[in-house]
């Protein structure tokens, strides 16, 4: 079974900072990884996924991720935040083989002015 | 159009009574799940249909039960509610293919008092 560890529950930054959200995750088989936000008082909206091919995936809002096999990380970057990326994110991976979706336990981005 | 709707958004019952969440999606998708989430933001599967059939079933009490009519909707009813329950319950769908990930739905937050 694969799992997910986002390795920091807070992250407070000011705005037009950047800000990287770190994502590791284990399994003994090929993964799909993705991440995810969550606004207050809502559902989940996917951001990027990577599936396959460059490294390097580009999503919405100006994030982006970088999968790395070696290191099985997965993290989340912004080079200038925007009060309005204040949000509870989330990094997620699923197997190729059942599509079961686990989740990390989510980082609390706060954006400060 | 909603692509994943639950219905009602907020839910307010006394321990011990029986409720229904709905989930409904038009995308398409032949499977379904839903999802606890805790005070803490912590997701958790609870259970996933495929084409009607149960195909996920973590462990999760008894007093939950999922129906799925047809591929386009899946309820969950609970019974004898506990305080414990109190949580915000998303219903997501996603294709068969693998690693589109999921859509999810707005929540519905369920507080047992």
């Known amino acids: 079974a694969q799992s997910v560890t986002q390795l920091d529950s807070q992250v407070p930054v000011f705005e037009e900072a950047p800000v990287e959200l770190r994502c590791n995750y284990s399994s003994s088989v090929s993964v799909y990884l993705f991440w995810y936000v969550q606004y207050p008082n809502q559902g989940l909206q996917l951001l990027l996924k990577y599936l396959s091919g460059s490294t390097l995936v580009k999503g919405i809002n100006g994030f982006e991720a970088e999968f790395n096999k070696s290191q099985t990380s997965f993290h989340l970057r912004k080079p200038s935040v925007h009060i309005s990326d204040t949000a509870e994110y989330f990094c997620a991976v699923s197997d190729l083989i059942s599509n079961d979706m686990r989740f990390g336990a989510g980082t609390r981005l706060t954006v400060k002015p | 159009d909603t692509a994943v709707s639950q219905t009602p958004k907020y839910l307010v019952t006394q321990m011990g009574n029986d409720k229904s969440i709905k989930c409904e999606q038009n995308?398409?998708?032949?499977?379904m799940y839903w999802y606890k989430q805790d005070s803490k933001k912590f997701l958790k599967i609870m259970f996933s249909y495929n084409n009607k059939e149960l195909i996920i079933n973590e462990t999760v009490p008894n007093r939950f039960s999922p129906k799925s009519p047809d591929k386009a909707h899946l309820n969950l009813h609970i019974n004898s509610l506990e305080l414990g329950d109190s949580a915000v319950y998303f219903c997501?769908?996603?294709?068969?293919?693998?690693?589109?990930?999921?859509?999810f739905g707005s929540g519905t937050r369920l507080t047992v008092v």
């Open positions: 997501a769908s996603s294709q068969a293919h693998r690693g589109l990930g999921y859509t």
């Open positions: 995308l398409g998708h032949d499977t």
